[in-house]
């Protein structure tokens, strides 16, 4: 009864950690800027430390089941 939530959760914190890691990966590559109004360097570590954290809360709510 209590895996449904637990899988909706680690496949929504997933996505989103991998998708914002993807679209931060590929927006740094062709130089332009991750966040407006943000300096570079602390938009992509900000942004990268925020994908890494999801995709780690997505693997450990999996790992819960």
Known sequence: MESGPAIFAGAAFTLFGGAL???TTVRTLHREPVA???????????????????LVLGVWCFARL
């Open 21 to 23: 890691l993807v679209w």
């Open 36 to 54: 407006y109004g943000v300096a570079p360097r602390a938009a992509v570590a900000l942004t990268s430390l925020f994908g890494a954290g999801f």
